[in-house]
């Protein structure tokens, strides 16, 4: 079946550190892929996405390249904000538009 | 333009009550969605609906029930509630049902189940 797996938190940073989150899935045939992040008592919001593979979904400074070869689809940050601080979801739809999550990898940003 | 909105923001239930949780949307999408939201498993689509009239089981719809009596709203309803659906309750919408369109989710429901 389809997964996500992503790498545990809580991930604390100084800030204008690099961030990297992993992201690897599980799926058959070729899934979009997605990153949302959740800031202090929100709800969720696409931060960037890629649909197919080689794509490089980026907004905002953050970057993730859809690698199919190693299933994986990492979020990167050269340089992370204070205001960066938030929870990071990975996440594939591959049957609609039905999302399946990672748990989550939360950031926490110091100035 | 509010987007999606949900009500109630949080809401105390004991076991065997029952509640309804209302989303709704402005942006004119045909497609709608209940996740919920649990420490360590990210969100788990319980229902969606794909037009007015008309739903669909997701991941984990035991013990929940939906409507889509109207295209702007989407309702979860808990006919008989336990401890095992405290969660945080999020609603989301989209355009198209493609697996390459993004999806629009409100703030969430904290619901505790005591």
């Known amino acids: 079946g389809n997964s996500v797996t992503q790498m545990e938190g809580p991930v604390t940073l100084s800030e204008e550190a690099f961030l990297t989150i992993n992201c690897t899935y599980t799926a058959t045939g070729y899934p979009s892929l997605f990153w949302y992040v959740q800031y202090p008592g929100e709800g969720l919001q696409l931060l960037l996405k890629a649909t197919k593979a080689d794509d490089k979904g980026s907004n905002k400074g953050f970057e993730a390249t859809y690698r199919k070869e190693t299933t994986s689809f990492h979020l990167e940050k050269g340089s992370v904000q204070v205001s960066d601080s938030a929870v990071y979801f990975c996440a594939l739809a591959n049957q609609g538009g039905k999302l399946i999550f990672g748990q989550g990898t939360e950031l926490s940003v110091k100035p | 333009n509010a987007g999606v909105t949900q009500t109630p923001k949080f809401r105390v239930l004991k076991t065997g009550q029952s509640m309804t949780l209302l989303c709704a949307q402005d942006?004119?999408?045909?497609?709608m969605y209940w996740y919920r939201q649990d420490p360590g498993m990210g969100l788990r689509l319980i229902h969606y609906s794909v037009g007015e009239g008309t739903t669909a089981k997701g991941e984990v719809p035991d013990g929940y029930n939906v409507s889509r009596l109207k295209k702007q709203n989407f309702l979860l309803g808990l006919e008989s509630a336990a401890p095992s659906q405290t969660s945080v309750y999020f609603c989301?919408?989209?355009?198209?049902?493609?697996?390459?369109?993004?999806?629009?989710f409100g703030p969430g429901t904290r619901l505790t189940v005591l």
């Open positions: 942006m004119n999408h045909e497609y």
């Open positions: 989301a919408s989209s355009y198209t049902f493609s697996p390459t369109d993004t999806q629009y």
